[in-house]
């Protein structure tokens, strides 16, 4: 007989060894969560700055981050109240005119990427979308050569939206770089799902498995995974 207690109460089902949601419900989960992240993108309004800087992406071929990935950015930023962050990757620009919507009005944006071409893009969109050009500064050249001369300590948010295969480095150098309270982010975790399929991966997948762990168990971290655009891993520097 039930206990009092206990009535009212659900209890968790218990899946056998094996278990597998049937594949109809699998496919209804899927279309749950692209409708959810379709509604979390449609919710930032994206003005002409933004969208041109997203026609070069697709042009250049580059995936730019979802607007909801680049409203988290922004949002962290401004939370952070940010004066320096670091940007590993400039792309066209879309992702550094959401983290330059967040900081401070005096902040500046240190973006680095190997394709000058693509940070002349990000150029005219930063102009476009009024920022003064003081306020970003653009270094050309592979992050790994670059990052080890930026100021230890100096920055209060690091976003990382390079090289997959580097990634364990760029955490390295984020740690050195961030001021105590300060912001990593690194975009791209989930790998269009590929890095939470039980399957064989390539090993650029092995590297973001590799880098969820590392950030989880750092006992110098304070993190979280966002289900945002592919995967927004956050992790804020005791």
């Not at 409203?71 to 320096?84: G, N, S, V």
């Not at 401070?104 to 940070?119: A, I």
């Not at 080890?148 to 955490?171: N, Q």
């Not at 995967?231 to 804020?236: D, I, R, S």
Request: hydrophobic letters at 40%; a neutral charge.
């Amino acid at each position: 007989m039930q206990s009092r207690a206990g009535q009212g109460r659900r209890t968790a089902a218990v899946r056998p060894p094996g278990y597998r949601r049937p594949r109809g419900q699998e496919r209804l989960i899927t279309a749950n969560r692209q409708t959810s992240w379709a509604f979390a993108d449609a919710f930032v309004a994206e003005d002409e700055a933004l969208l041109w800087a997203r026609d070069r992406a697709i042009e250049s071929g580059l995936r730019a981050v979802s607007p909801g990935t680049g409203a988290a950015l922004r949002m962290l930023a401004a939370t952070a109240d940010a004066k320096a962050v670091a940007e590993i990757g400039t792309g066209t620009g879309v992702s550094g005119i959401h983290l330059l919507r967040g900081m401070r009005p005096d902040g500046v944006l240190t973006t680095v990427d190997p394709e000058p071409e693509r940070q002349q893009f990000a150029r005219q969109a930063f102009r476009e979308a009024g920022f003064a050009s003081n306020r970003a500064r653009f270094i050309p050249g592979r992050a790994l050569d670059v990052l080890p001369r930026l100021a230890d300590s100096g920055y209060d948010l690091v976003f990382c939206d390079g090289d997959r295969f580097e990634c364990l480095e760029y955490l390295a150098e984020s740690l050195r770089l961030l001021r105590p309270g300060g912001l990593v982010c690194f975009e791209g975790v989930f790998a269009d799902d590929r890095t939470v399929d039980s399957g064989p991966q390539p090993a650029e997948v092995v590297k973001l498995r590799e880098l969820l762990r590392a950030v989880r168990e750092s006992p110098d971290l304070v993190s979280s995974l966002l289900p945002v655009g592919d995967g927004l891993l956050c992790a804020v520097r005791r």
